[in-house]
């Protein structure tokens, strides 16, 4: 949202003195982020992972994880981060292990998630693990198809047809990741359709993670839903909760700065920038979404209207169209709000692109708490 991006003039000008294209995570916004969070936590008992998939940034870990309980991973890389950087509870699921993967995340993790019956019976269960099972509600509140796992035919979760009454033995818990950037009123509504399936399996649960998807941090998020919702559902059953958000723990945290290097005319004015849809902020094709630019307006409100371009020499690597106050020249800098999740995992190499600097900034001190540069280096070893 907009509303939650601004900032003030002073900081805008210090971020256009930075080398371009750079994200930028501001520590204030993230510790804000995270003492909502734990106020979720102080209400409900529950523990919050940090969902590395979302945002991986360890440089932060030291900050974030006095008000978080650990990580979830989804392969063994994120696992041994978790262990290693996060040194608190690790959490793994994943659709399918192969026996190396399984392996090497047992060095790391404190639950494994399994996918299928399966999955389950292939593998050995260490002592000094928690296992759980993923299901399926099949209660879809996502409108976005490659975003939903519970869309018809999903390989994601049992369904309750598949899943018998009695847990299978050396299973302690459920997990359930059904949402993507939803308010709570969508996780009630799945809570119900769950219980209609799985009230006999939830019975005997010590622990029931709930995934993410759980929107919490924004500004319109309704936290009394989400927390009476977590609160009631503990009353029927006794097991330890757990939510797993990465979006809400990084959500309005992180900018990317980008310099135009042309304009040029087409039938409509287009600005080219040093930043690319398809190599730095990939969601902004796969979603699709639009990206906010800080003083920018949609197209044809403001006087002067851009479609804006990527690097790359895609010819779809287009991150949208917008207007401004005034004409765009060689130069002008612009500041995309809302990219420190998932757009940092997802960078890329494509075409050779430099892969954008990342800083994690004290906006309060005016301090830069870590700077990372990428060069060619990163680009040639990657393939070779």
């Known amino acids: 949202m907009e509303g939650d991006n601004v900032i003030d003039a002073q900081t805008v000008q210090k971020y256009n003195q930075f080398q371009t294209p750079c994200f930028i995570v501001e520590r204030g916004r993230l510790l804000k982020n995270c003492e909502t969070l734990d106020t979720v ?60 993967d399984y392996n090497d995340i047992c060095q790391f993790a404190n639950h494994i998630v399994f996918n299928s019956i399966d999955q389950y019976k292939r593998f050995e269960l260490k002592d000094t693990i928690d296992y759980g099972l993923r299901i399926n509600p099949r209660h879809s509140e996502i409108d976005v198809a490659i975003y939903d796992p519970c869309a018809p035919f999903s390989r994601l979760g049992i369904i309750s047809d598949n899943l018998p009454d009695r847990l299978p033995e050396g299973i302690t818990g459920l997990h359930m990741h059904t949402l993507c950037e939803k308010n709570s009123d969508a996780f009630s509504r799945t809570l119900m359709a769950a219980e209609e399936q799985f009230s006999e399996q939830f019975k005997q649960c010590s622990w029931i993670n709930f995934g993410g998807g759980h929107h919490i941090t924004r500004q319109d998020y309704d936290i009394d839903l989400l927390c009476d919702t977590l609160n009631e559902f503990k009353t029927r059953y006794k097991a330890e909760l757990y939510l797993e958000p990465g979006e809400a ?9 980008a310099t135009v290097l042309d304009v040029v ?36 409100e403001k006087a002067h209207s851009y479609r804006l371009g990527g690097l790359s020499c895609l010819a779809g690597d287009i991150i949208g169209d917008y207007s401004f106050d005034k004409p765009l020249a060689v130069g002008d800098k612009l500041i995309f709000t809302d990219m420190a999740h998932y757009s940092m995992v997802k960078t890329n190499t494509f075409n050779g692109l430099t892969l954008p600097d990342i800083i994690y900034y004290d906006e309060a001190n005016d301090k830069i708490l870590h700077h990372k540069t990428f060069g060619y280096e990163n680009f040639k070893n990657r393939l070779s």
Do not use: W
């Open 41 to 100: 936590k102080k209400r409900t008992g529950a523990k919050i992972l940090l969902a590395l998939k979302g945002f991986a940034m360890y440089s932060v870990f030291d900050d974030i994880g006095d008000y978080l309980d650990g990580v979830c991973a989804s392969s063994p890389h994120e696992a041994r981060l978790g262990r290693e950087e996060f040194k608190k509870e690790v959490h793994a699921f994943a659709a399918a292990y192969s026996q190396k």
């Open 249 to 257: 723990v990084a959500l309005n945290t992180g900018f990317l700065t």
């Open 265 to 300: 005319d087409n039938g409509m004015k287009i600005a080219i920038v040093d930043t690319s849809a398809a190599a730095h902020m990939p969601d902004v094709l796969e979603m699709p979404y639009r990206p906010y630019i800080i003083g920018s307006g949609k197209p044809h």
